[in-house]
């Protein structure tokens, strides 16, 4: 069972849920919290138009279907037009992101779904390549996916993002 710190910040509720539900998954899959990755010069977003350099990914997921990056959000639609954010924009540019540093350091393209999980409801959105899921649809998009990544691979990701993610922020971690 995964431990986490209780706080009443709707943020960290929202991602305490998230964590509750990604801990179900088989001891394959490597979890990550509060990752930060950035680019050494900034890139277009194309969307948007605008240049981007830096992310914060709330949860990456890497086992043998893929790598996962999740935006969780505990927003009602109101609150989401009031902020003028969109959690679907935000998980798109940071897979983005994600993709480039693991082309850049892997040589290699990795099966990557950016996932955005609203707890509340709102209305299903598209954007971009994020896929907008409910909780209770996250697990088995993850299990359902075909196996793509060997363990010798995802061992090899979970390192390099061990390093460059600054932190530590990985919550299962490698035993071999």
Sequence with gaps: MIKTKKNNNPRFMSEN??????????????????????????????????EVRHCQIDFVVIGPTGIFIIEAKEWDERTLREAGYLPLKEADKAGLIFYIRTVN???RKFPIYNVAIMLSKVSKGQYGYVRHLSLRELYWFILRREGVLPKKKIT???RWLIKVSNRKSIIRRITT
């Design 17 to 50: 849920v998230v964590l509750g539900e990604l801990d179900r998954l088989p001891n394959t899959y490597y979890i990550f919290k509060d990752v930060h990755l950035s680019l050494y010069r900034p890139v277009k977003y194309k969307n948007t138009n605008e």
């Design 105 to 107: 350091r892997f040589h």
């Design 156 to 158: 090899k990701i979970v």
